[in-house]
């Protein structure tokens, strides 16, 4: 089992930038996927980016491609999520999440999340 705590939310202006952490608990967190979700209120929660256990293969929503970056440091337990050029769209509570069977899912341990407001 692994436990989740993002951090890095804040306000931010429009073209701005942020960086999320989420650091895991437990000795096997190498040995998950790891992905960033987020809901916006009034909508479904949706999927932001994904890596691999080994950081070798990632994906993105096509609405954040070339402007995030998903990363994760194994040695640290931790997963980063690198916004730039934000917009008012990506406000939303952001979260990571950890499966243990696929980049694809189903994604099994989820943290608290932590809020991203980008004013225009």
């Known amino acids: 089992q692994v436990q989740l705590v993002e951090s890095g939310g804040g306000l931010v202006q429009a073209g701005g930038s942020l960086r999320l952490s989420c650091s895991a608990s437990?000795?096997?967190?190498?040995?998950?996927?790891m992905g960033w979700f987020r809901q916006a209120p009034g909508k479904e929660r949706e999927l932001v980016a994904t890596?691999?256990?080994?950081?070798?293969?990632?994906s993105y929503a096509d609405s954040v491609k070339g402007r995030f970056t998903i990363s994760r440091d194994n040695a640290k337990n931790t997963v980063y999520l690198q916004m730039n050029s934000l917009k008012p769209e990506d406000t939303a509570l952001y979260y990571c999440?950890?499966?243990?069977?696929?980049?694809?899912?189903?994604?099994?341990?989820w943290g608290q999340g932590t809020q991203v407001t980008v004013s225009s």
């Open positions: 890596i691999s256990w080994s950081g070798d293969i990632t």
């Open positions: 437990g000795r096997t967190f190498s040995s998950y996927a």
């Open positions: 999440a950890a499966s243990q069977t696929h980049i694809a899912g189903p994604y099994n341990y």
